[in-house]
C-alpha cells in the first residue's frame, strides 16, 4: 500500500512540474499583477516581426468601468525580440485589460503570429501604489533582463532543483520501505538498492540545481540594488 502511495505521490509531483513548467513556458509579457508604477512599460517577445519597418502596434488599455483608450505606438526591440512600448499618459489606481495588436498596412494583423501564440497580446493588471515594487522602477532593459533572466532561472534550475528533490526523497522513502516492509529475499534487496541509489541521485541533483537557481537569483537581484 504505502508503494502504491508514494507512486501516486511520484504522479502527482509529475503533474505540478510539468504544469509550472507549462507556465513558464509561456512568452515574456509585462505588467500582470499588481504593480505600482502608474506608467509602466509594457513588454513582449515577438520572435516573428520585429524586422518589420515600420513596426506599429495599437495598445488599448480599458479600466474596471469599460472605458477604453487606444494609443498607436512605435514599440523599440530590446535583444531582437523583445517589444517595449510606454504610454504617453499616466494611469490612475484600477484595475485594466489591455490588448496590444500588429498593424500591417495601418489594419489590424489577425493572422501574424509573435511567439506561438497570434496577435493580440492580451494581458491584466492592477495598478495599486500603496505597494511598491523595486521592479516596476527598473529601466526597460533592467526591467527586460530581470523578467526574462529570472524566468530562464527558475525554468532551468528552480522547477529541476524541486522536481529532482522531491522524486528523490520519494525514491528514497520508497526504497526503505520496500527493504523493511517486503520480504522476498534476493528481489526485495535489488529493488531496495536500485530506488534508494536512485532517490540519492535524485537528492543530490536536486541540491546542485538548488544551489545554482540561489545564486543565480542573487545575481539577478542584483539589479534591483542599482
Not at 2 to 29: E, G, H
Not at 48 to 76: D, H
Not at 180 to 202: K, W
Amino acid at each position: 500500500m504505502r508503494i502504491v502511495t508514494s507512486i501516486v505521490i511520484l504522479l502527482t509531483c509529475f503533474s505540478y512540474s510539468f504544469a509550472q513548467i507549462n507556465d513558464s513556458a509561456q512568452p515574456l509579457q509585462y505588467p500582470s499583477g499588481v504593480i505600482s508604477n502608474t506608467q509602466p512599460y509594457f513588454v513582449w517577445c515577438d520572435i516573428y516581426n520585429t524586422g518589420n519597418k515600420p513596426f506599429v502596434v495599437t495598445v488599448t488599455i480599458t479600466n474596471s468601468k469599460g472605458q477604453s483608450n487606444e494609443y498607436t505606438l512605435y514599440p523599440e526591440v530590446i535583444d531582437g525580440m523583445y517589444c517595449v512600448v510606454q504610454l504617453p499618459v499616466a494611469l490612475t489606481p484600477d484595475i485594466y485589460t489591455y490588448t496590444i495588436q500588429l498593424l500591417h498596412n495601418n489594419k489590424p494583423a489577425q493572422k501574424r503570429y509573435y511567439h506561438y501564440k497570434k496577435y493580440p497580446v492580451e494581458g491584466k493588471f492592477t495598478v495599486d501604489i500603496t505597494q511598491q515594487h523595486p521592479v516596476d522602477t527598473l529601466s526597460k532593459t533592467d526591467l527586460i533582463y530581470f523578467l526574462s533572466q529570472s524566468r530562464q532561472n527558475t525554468l532551468h534550475n528552480g522547477y529541476n532543483a524541486a522536481f529532482f528533490s522531491t522524486s528523490g526523497t520519494i525514491s528514497l522513502g520508497t526504497g526503505i520501505a520496500v527493504y523493511y516492509l517486503t520480504n522476498f529475499g534476493i528481489v526485495t534487496t535489488i529493488i531496495s538498492a536500485v530506488t534508494i541509489t536512485s532517490g540519492i541521485i535524485g537528492i543530490t541533483a536536486g541540491i546542485y540545481y538548488g544551489v545554482k537557481y540561489f545564486h543565480n537569483k542573487n545575481t539577478i537581484e542584483s539589479v534591483l540594488a542599482k
